[in-house]
DNA sequence: TTGAAAGCGCTAACAA
DNA sequence: TTGTTAGCGCTTTCAA
């Protein structure tokens, strides 16, 4: 910057208020300036200016895997509506470890974010205590925990689980089962099988319930069909699977469909995520759609409003979406 | 810092070190030093460190969207990698402009990355002179450009498409369409097209190729099976249909099922992307698997090691990674 | 509208 | 093993 300065004749102040917005500098100095500083392949630097001012102008997010197309979504209208306030996102991958979250929340926090974006509303003490003292705004979002941190922005998934098994006993299904990850590891799998289980005590089928386990998540289609084919094998008078994701629900049906089995004739299949995948396999498969992309926009707002206002210390917001269920072919009683 | 260490009674220095991993400080004096800052709530500032030791630990990438799964995946293993080597990915979207991407280069170098990463290799020529004075290693990847930049981690869009191709004539399929996105966007869809002109051309076959546009990319299934619906309408005796990717592939097969139409009985269908998807789906999906996560970890390899070395100016390297055709039976001839 | 001085929180370089 | 001094490249603050 000093050797633009000089090469431009003033000083290095009149070169840097050249590269903010509105300030005042005469158009024909900030035009001189900036042609000077693109001959010289001058680049501004960002780390000292963020050093000086105490603005990073990062938004710190952590979702458990980039290898999720819901996860994708958020991430992807946060990024964009925050990139318009000219934020920029800092993404870490939890690997659904909520200790490899601490880590990760603690190196984001030494970057010094404006505000900070979680998945999911469990967290270890230490991460807890480390996003409370971080003085700045702290979002969790897909979840809505019964004792957040800050604020929230994201849908109960037990319940919404619940809604899914009302939609499937309402069909006249009975002998249902729940296809879902580790839930050591994923917390909202477990939270969608505790609504599970909700859902047909309230109905009085829990007796009817059947559970397969998937591994780790993310589930893979993969894992979707072999929890299928383990299903079959151990409960064959199954007549309904709602699976934790719609990727495993897919998988599911795939399954059947290579064994002959009618989907849903013999079998009825459901997921949950709302992706496109759901909307076109044949055949379409019943879904709940949290809106992902929704989160992330009503994330961004929230963070754009709470910066605006001063960062940390405002009254804790707590922002409900509500899915949607979105019946398909899957689930039709024939 | 400075209050940290006023109250473990030792200089900023010492606590500057207790901080690094592997510096001179006695054992007892860093966990002293270490347990009075995690009590007093200080969280170390990389900022400041960043700028003075003129190391910001960030690896600038660029990808088209993250709705893809293909980029995902290269993303994901990309930054598994270098975050063993102390590096943060820094992610931006160029939504497939070249215009966009300019931009979100020269933010993304503001931020002193000790290297970046760009997908695909077309440019603008601002964007080219902004990376070649950039000092630090460039790497395009997803491509093999003919006049790269630095480095090069890619394959050949076209010749894979020429093989996917071939894979099909051998097949016994002559009337063969390509459905493919705005080809101005998307550089990769485009060679890919390319590619196919010259397959069908090499086999004396380009009079009986035929061309749906299925719009702005990333093509969505739901493109897919809209632009099997228009190839139906226009060109019904086709034989074949070699989609841009794997979702449209999926899409397409879809919309054949749904209309009755067997595949491959009476239309086959191939993909490009290699997805989990197209190796599910029923009936499984002739793709060509150009495996991003390798794309991913041999760019990770190959930065670690240039800035081992020093980092920029060091010879180019191009890394060839090698598709592999995945046959599926939605190609298979009955 | 422009400039000079001071300093953001850390580390390189050197000294003890 | 520990400490002192200077300064990374910008912006804040104050003055002209």
């Not at 979840?143 to 499937?168: K, Q, R, Y």
């Not at 893979?220 to 934790?244: K, N």
Request: overall charge negative; proline content about 4%; hydrophobic content about 40%.
């Amino acid at each position: 910057m000093k050797d633009v300065a000089r090469t431009a004749g003033v000083s290095v102040m009149t070169v840097s208020r050249a590269f903010k917005s509105d300030r005042s500098v005469s158009q024909q100095t900030r035009e001189k300036v900036r042609e000077i500083a693109e001959q010289m392949g001058y680049v501004f630097d960002s780390t000292a200016a963020n050093l000086r001012s105490q603005k990073s102008g990062f938004v710190a997010v952590t979702i458990p895997t980039i290898d999720n197309g819901n996860f994708s979504d958020t991430v992807g209208s946060l990024s964009a509506q925050l990139n318009g306030a000219g934020l920029q996102i800092l993404l870490g991958y939890s690997n659904y470890s909520i200790e490899k979250e601490e880590e990760l929340i603690e190196q984001l926090l030494r970057r010094r974010p404006e505000a900070i974006v979680v998945t999911g509303g469990r967290h270890t003490e230490r991460t807890r205590r480390l996003l409370g003292q971080a003085g700045i705004p702290v979002v969790e979002m897909w979840d809505l925990p019964t004792d957040p941190i800050d604020h929230v922005v994201g849908f109960s998934n037990a319940s919404t689980m619940e809604m899914m098994v009302d939609h499937l006993v309402e069909q006249g299904y009975r002998r249902i089962a729940f296809v879902g990850g580790d839930t050591v590891w994923d917390t909202r799998g477990a939270d969608r099988r505790r609504g599970f289980v909700a859902g047909m005590t309230r109905h009085g089928l829990l007796d009817q319930a059947r559970f397969i386990a998937g591994g780790k998540p993310p589930i893979s289609m993969r894992q979707g069909a072999d929890a299928m084919a383990e299903l079959l094998a151990q409960y064959p008078d199954t007549e309904a699977v709602v699976c934790v994701s719609d990727p495993a629900a897919f998988g599911a049906t795939t399954e059947c469909i290579r064994r002959g089995l009618a989907v849903p004739g013999d079998m009825a299949v459901a997921g949950f995520g709302g992706y496109e995948l759901s909307a076109i396999s044949c055949p379409t498969i019943t879904t709940v759609d949290p809106r992902p992309a929704d989160i992330g926009s009503q994330t961004a707002h929230l963070i754009s409003s709470l910066l605006e206002q001063g960062g940390a210390g405002q009254a804790s917001q707590r922002l409900e979406i509500t899915p949607m269920l979105r019946p398909g072919e899957s689930t039709t009683r024939t």
